[in-house]
């Protein structure tokens, strides 16, 4: 390894190789130098004075190239863009020159920062004054910490780009080597035209100088950043030490409380007086508003204004509304400060508390207070970065405005008012981020310390066990399962991709489709008890569209959930091909069953809730489901139907398109009995019963001349749910019909009877006393 404190030496000859006709690579040159020292134990010259004269021999070629003031004093075949590209390589070489000289310039500081921070880490044995130490003086230490720790980062993400750009320049000096390189051999091949490859060559010696010069300064940069890095290193390992070495045991006295508040309303009257002076401005701006925009008017009241003063006169209202805008800009943002440094003594105040303070709830509270100020901050800080951003954007699109004028345009004057306006409400707008920034991050620090303080010992131990299992179980997230290849088109040609999906992939997936399918199962049923409630479908239909609804949306997660792993349909073919086979034979019967119930779902010849007769059997429908359908028996057995024979069987339905199902009832009378009067006693009857229709109205008939008795046939109409029973219907008409009937006196022939006497033996006679008289005759309804 080179040592950072000799890289100028050895950088020096890696340098004073750019006169030689072939160039090595930097690596190769810097190991080569420290080989050649070593051995010899000579020094090379000064790099400064090296950087000295390449630099007086850059301005003695760019004023040797002014005598070029035609492109016909050019060389034959040289054109005039070569020669700007030439200037430009010299322009560019001395630009870096004085860069690096700078760089050089500030070489030592690192090293001294180093020694200084070095010196100071190894002088420090501890605190002068024994504990408790102030909070006041370790909210410096960290505040400290915190700067040189952001210090660092920015430190590593600029060694990181230069490093990347060395790499790139290393790369150009590379090919330019090689070009140099042609160019030699080329000039010394050739017999004429030399003019031509000597510029040529020329050309590109100046290139290349250029790429080392910037690439030397790179490194040097590179070292001196990260010698800066390193005393940064030595200065927050002191500084925790001494965090460390004051620990918890801390004290806020009153008198810290006192100092931090006449400290925050000495800045406050600093605000408050430099707010005093914008809204001074702010007065003369409305001011120079008014004036402009009168100008302005007065010559759009001349008959023929001049275009050019009628243009300026707009720019100049223009301006004095940007400057009345930033200036109330400025003004509020003051307004806005004064109030975040007005919180100052009051985040203090709670953490008085939180230090002296033994009282539970109050700590608990001022917790509270500390968190809400905290989202209050950040609400801010989100506030002045849009505003940050907003103003940024204005000042880009005035430079754009004036980088299209020349410079002796008149325009420029108030395009630079208005520039100038801009950076000054960007600067305040900074100060009041850094400001929002300090107190966000201040405040932030203090929740965490006393939150955790706040919690039990076994947490910390909790978080860690789980951080711990976190990142062992992502080893075993990301192991591959399935690979499969994608075919892509990219300008033209066919691109073969081999993806993977890995288990985690899988169990993400699994987990997001039950997951998807529980709230849609939940909404579903929701869905469903809202219809039923508001009579809008039955129990048994709701219960059935719910079925088929969630049959659906399980399919489409499926899609969706193969979709969001990125896995093609296509690599099914093959199983959904093996599978047809074994469908084909295993499953049809499931299969027809199946398709029949989507078809019966669709038709609805057969719904839920209709009396219907299938295969021999009577009974509602109570639910359609995917292979079967459910068939409730009126006496109350339930039937599992395939759905299939709905389809390739006879089915009677009794309630298709109508609910309302004709009944009848027959009754005979005795011979001589009022026919008229059994008629209207019949339709009497049918329409004193609540449950039966009376529309259609019931109607009766004497239907036939019987062998004894005169028949009557009684029809009537009820509706088919559930709180009509057709033999409860016809029992009670049976019953009111024969009360009637036995009221008026009608009777009912009795069924005739055949008797037959055997002669075998005498028979026993027997006079009775009295005769008694036969019972009524029973009506006879069938």
């Known amino acids: 390894m080179v040592n950072s404190k000799s890289f100028p030496t050895y950088l020096t000859l890696f340098l004073l190789a750019a006169c030689l006709p072939c160039f090595g690579q930097l690596e190769d040159l810097l190991k080569k130098a420290e080989s050649s020292s070593a051995e010899n134990g000579k020094s090379v010259p000064d790099l400064r004075d090296q950087l000295e004269k390449w630099k007086v021999e850059a301005e003695g070629e760019l004023a040797r190239l002014d005598r070029y003031d035609t492109p016909e004093k050019l060389p034959e075949g040289i054109s005039a863009s070569s020669l700007s590209s030439r200037r430009r390589d010299l322009e560019q070489t001395l630009l870096a020159i004085s860069r690096h000289l700078l760089i050089l310039d500030d070489a030592e500081e690192p090293v001294a920062a180093l020694k200084e921070a070095t010196a100071e880490a190894d002088a420090w044995k501890g605190f002068d004054t024994p504990p408790p130490h102030s ?38 000096s590379k090919a330019a080597e090689e070009g140099v390189e042609l160019a030699i051999k080329g000039l010394e091949q050739a017999k004429d035209d030399k003019a031509q490859l000597q510029w040529k060559l ?88 008014a004036v402009a925009a009168a100008a302005l008017a007065s010559l759009k009241a001349t008959p023929e204004p001049d275009p050019t003063a009628l243009e300026m006169a707009e720019l100049n209202v223009e301006t004095a509304a940007v400057q009345l805008e930033a200036l109330q800009s400025i003004s509020d943002s003051l307004d806005a400060i004064l109030q975040l440094e007005a919180f100052t003594p009051d985040s203090y105040e ?56 020349p410079a002796d345009d008149p325009k420029l004057v108030p395009l630079n008012k208005q520039r100038a306006i801009l950076w000054e409400k960007q600067a305040l707008l900074q100060r009041a981020m850094q400001a929002i920034t300090n107190q966000s991050r201040t405040v932030s620090r203090w929740l965490a310390y006393y939150t955790d303080k706040e919690k039990a010992p076994w947490y910390a131990r909790a978080v860690e066990a789980l951080s711990y299992g976190w990142q062992a179980s992502k080893g075993i997230w990301n192991i591959p399962v399935n690979r499969y290849e994608e075919t892509l088109e990219v300008d033209g040609q ?70 969001w ?61 995917t292979r079967s359908s459910i068939v409730r028996g009126f006496n109350g057995i339930e039937n599992l ?19 309302l199902l004709r009944r009848e009832l027959t009754l005979g009378v005795a011979y001589g009995s009022p026919a008229k009067t059994v008629i209207d006693i019949l339709i009497d009857s049918a329409e004193r019963h609540g449950l039966i229709l009376k529309n259609p109205e019931p109607f009766a008939t004497l239907s036939n001349f019987g062998a004894a008795s005169l028949e009557f046939r009684l029809y009537f109409w009820v509706e088919l749910n559930d709180k009509t029973n057709s033999l409860v219907v016809d029992s009670d008409l049976r019953v009111m019909i024969e009360k009637r009937l036995t009221e008026l006196g009608i009777c009912l022939p009795s069924p005739p009877r055949e008797i037959f006497l055997s002669a075998a033996q005498p028979l026993e006679i027997e006079i009775a006393g009295k005769r008694k008289e036969p019972a009524p005759a029973k009506p006879i309804i069938s």
């Open 565 to 625: 792993l990125s896995i093609p349909l296509t690599i099914f073919a093959f199983l959904a091909g093996a599978l047809a086979i074994g469908v084909g034979f295993g499953t049809q019967t499931i299969i027809k069953n199946f398709i029949s119930g989507i078809i019966l779902l669709f038709e609805r010849k057969v719904r839920v809730g209709d009396i219907i007769e299938v295969d021999g059997i009577n009974g509602v429908v109570s639910e359609i489901n």
């Open 202 to 289: 020329d050309a590109l010696k100046v290139k290349q100088r250029a790429l080392f010069v910037r690439a030397s300064g790179l490194q040097h940069a590179i070292a001196s950043l990260e010698e800066l890095m390193r005393a940064n290193e030595v200065s927050l390992g002191l500084l925790s030490r001494k965090i460390k070495e004051a620990g918890d045991d801390l004290v806020f006295s009153e008198e810290n409380l006192a100092r931090i508040k006449e400290a925050s309303a000495d800045r406050q009257s600093a605000w408050k007086k430099e707010g005093a002076e914008y809204r001074k401005r702010q007065r003369k701006a409305v001011d120079e508003k």
């Open 135 to 172: 909070t006041l003086m370790v909210d410096e230490l960290i505040e400290r910490r915190e700067a040189i720790e952001g210090k660092q980062v920015s430190n590593r993400s600029s060694v990181e780009v230069f490093k990347a750009t060395l790499a790139g320049l290393l790369k150009e």
């Open 494 to 563: 066919k691109v073969v991709q081999t993806r993977f999906v890995s288990l985690g992939s899988i169990i993400s997936a699994v987990i997001l489709f039950f997951i998807a399918y529980l709230i849609a199962a939940m909404i579903s049923r929701r869905i469903q008890r809202i219809l039923v409630h508001r009579a809008v479908i039955g129990e048994n239909q709701a219960r059935t569209l719910r079925t088929w609804v969630m049959l659906l949306v399980a399919f489409l997660l499926a899609l969706a959930t193969l979709n």
């Open 350 to 405: 709670l953490r008085f508390i939180l230090l002296n303070n033994p009282n539970p709830a109050e700590r608990k509270a001022a917790i509270a207070s500390l968190a809400s100020l905290h989202q209050r901050l950040e609400a801010w800080e989100v506030v002045a970065s849009n505003q940050l951003a907003s103003v940024s954007a204005d000042i880009g699109k005035e430079q754009s405005r004036a980088s299209l004028l």
């Open 641 to 659: 139907i395939p759905n299939s024979l709905f389809l390739e069987n006879r089915v009677v339905n009794w309630t298709l398109n109508s609910r």
